[in-house]
């Protein structure tokens, strides 16, 4: 009787000691994840100490490269060598992963895996199947997938959250702070400027120059930040990194009052082309290369490489406001953002057909 009552006692302690442990096991468990929800709603479970990050495309990847380099897993797309001069020599060894959704899905399932990341994240601009997207790559990859709204009006707090998510608020808070200080600016500037005092930009793509981001492409949003009017107004304005295809004639007609080309376009023929030339913007002298390295300083893609191009287009439409030392600006945002050190030569070969002509 004893001995039985010894046994049921010693399984009685034993079910207590498994169930106290279970229980802390599961403690410990919760602790290591938390419940997030992302921009469109959609709660997540996400590990509480994040380290290894992948970008679900170009938009993220540069958000991510500028708050957090260290825990990017690979690339949506591999930078071309251009981009990755800026970048330190073990970044250009990191695998690609593909286009993770949309048209052109491109996913490489097995460089993902091989990477392991511990969470992919999506950053940009909100579309009505966001959710859904990311709902699907969760769903084929079996890795937690958040989208985080990242736009001129809310890049400030997509740094932050980021911040709290990758342990790097110090970081984040500098970019969230650089940015809301700089619309804060162009927003002050532009405020002062008259309609009659209002100025036309002309932003042209490609190697002829007449593709052009037309008024309400969120690639030419800066335009009408600094206070200016975009030149082109179309019926249907295309939001593809190329714009809307417009003939010389029509270039004519909107009559810009400065112009800006894509790098690598048209900027070096203008100056022998007659049809160019008939441009009261051309004649003057009011025609510009955007900057580029690492990236373009308008737009391809819109993210957070339109903050210099802000200051840097302001500059070049409203010099009296905008008086701004365009290679000194371009320093400290190459530091910031893309942790590189700019020298004061680098900073004007980026500008060299981007500043006011000797006429």
């Excluded at 287009?313 to 050190?341: C, I, T």
Aim: proline share 5%; net charge negative.
């Amino acid at each position: 009787m004893k001995k039985s009552l010894v046994l049921l006692l010693c399984l009685v302690l034993a079910f207590s000691l498994l169930t106290a442990c279970s229980a802390q096991q599961n403690e410990q468990e919760a602790a290591q994840t938390f419940t997030f929800t992302d921009s469109c709603g959609r709660e997540v479970e996400l590990p509480t100490a994040i380290d290894k990050v992948a970008p679900s495309g170009a938009v993220a990847q540069m958000i991510l490269y500028s708050v957090s380099p260290d825990t990017l897993m690979g690339w949506s797309k591999l930078p071309s060598e251009k981009i990755l001069a800026y970048f330190p020599a073990e970044f250009a060894a990191l695998p690609e992963f593909g286009q993770f959704y949309g048209k052109n899905v491109s996913l490489n399932m097995e460089a993902l895996i091989a990477a392991a990341p511990q969470v992919i994240i999506d950053l940009g601009d909100k579309k009505p199947t966001h959710a859904q997207d990311m709902d699907a790559i969760q769903e084929q990859t079996g890795i937690p997938t958040i989208f985080i709204e990242a736009n001129l009006q809310t890049f400030p707090q997509a740094y932050r959250t980021l911040g709290e998510l990758l342990k790097c608020s110090e970081q984040a808070e500098k970019i969230a702070v650089y940015i809301e200080t700089t619309i804060a600016e162009a927003q002050g500037k532009a405020a002062q400027i008259t309609e009659a005092d209002k100025k036309s930009v002309f932003f042209g793509t490609c190697e002829t120059g007449l593709d052009a981001n037309a008024r309400g492409s969120i690639h030419a949003d800066v335009i009408e930040l600094i206070g200016a009017e975009n030149a082109v107004v179309v019926p249907e304005v295309s939001n593809k990194g190329g714009g809307n295809t417009i003939n010389m004639e029509q270039l004519l007609l909107f009559a810009p009052d400065v112009i800006v080309l894509s790098a690598d376009g048209a900027y070096g023929k203008i100056a022998a082309d007659k049809q160019w030339q008939a441009l009261e913007a051309v004649k003057q002298g009011r025609y510009y290369e955007i900057p580029l390295g690492p990236y373009n300083w308008l737009s391809s893609p819109p993210s957070v490489n339109r903050i210099i191009g802000i200051k840097w287009l302001g500059s070049l439409v409203y010099p009296d406001l905008y008086n701004y030392d365009m290679v000194a600006e371009a320093q400290e945002f190459y530091k910031l953002f893309w942790h590189y050190d700019l020298s004061k030569e680098e900073a004007q070969e980026l500008l060299a057909n981007s500043t006011f002509k000797t006429k």
